[in-house]
């Protein structure tokens, strides 16, 4: 089993691009978040998805969306990016289900925006 | 707003009892407490929870106090691959949209 597995680990964009960050599964794991952190914080939650084709936000979505794909993958875009977005993306899943549902983590998207 | 207060920062001397603190006054009856920690800049990494009684795993112990304000994370016997940053957390089981993750404490182990 891989986990969670995010791709691209590192990426550079400027100002006003465009990219999508995948998000992939293999625990089959009802529901699957993203959450964003910028240096020296915790993790903040940009939306989540309960279960396959269902989204809702977080604490921090603007400027960006989501889709879950199928039960396997969660994909966030960012569709203008800016500086402030310049942050250490999570993707994480969970089978939400019983309350022995911890967070599974992959290893991170590094974003930075110029 | 935050639902749990930890120390920034904590030393421990290797081979030694490190003991992690948390409060989390306001917590709710059906509000479990959870454990992660963060190595370097990886993905968080599940430790342990509970709800209102003494938890113990492979990884680590948890003590819950009698009114489930406060708890304590112990890792038994640390070792330098236990520095990381901690956090406590606090959240309904069935609540997906409420890991809540502070800044933790940043735990150092000292050989």
């Known amino acids: 089993n891989a986990g969670v597995t995010q791709t691209p680990k590192f990426q550079v964009l400027k100002t006003g691009q465009s990219m999508t960050l995948q998000c992939a599964q293999d625990m089959n794991h009802n529901s699957m978040y993203w959450y964003r952190q910028d240096p020296g914080m915790g993790l903040r939650l940009i939306y989540y998805s309960a279960s396959e084709g269902t989204t809702d936000k977080g604490e921090v979505p603007n400027g960006y969306n989501v889709s879950r794909l199928n039960k396997r993958e969660f994909s966030l875009r960012l569709e203008s990016a800016a500086p402030s977005q310049t942050s250490v993306y999570f993707c994480?899943?969970?089978?939400?289900?019983?309350?022995?549902?911890?967070?599974?983590f992959g290893n991170g998207t590094r974003l930075t925006v110029t | 707003d935050a639902k749990t207060t930890q120390p920034p920062s904590m030393d421990c001397a290797e081979g030694r009892a490190a003991n992690l603190p948390c409060n989390h006054s306001t917590i709710s009856g059906n509000e479990y407490v959870y454990w992660y920690r963060q190595i370097h800049s990886q993905g968080p990494q599940y430790i342990i929870h509970g709800l209102k009684n003494n938890e113990t795993n492979e990884m680590a112990s948890l003590i819950i106090t009698e009114d489930r304000k406060s708890s304590t994370l112990i890792l038994p016997h640390a070792t330098l691959r236990d520095t990381a940053v901690y956090y406590c957390i606090v959240r309904a089981w069935y609540n997906n949209n409420d890991m809540r993750f502070g800044a933790g404490t940043r735990l150092t182990v000292k050989p």
């Open positions: 994480a899943s969970s089978t939400q289900e019983r309350e022995n549902s911890p967070l599974h």
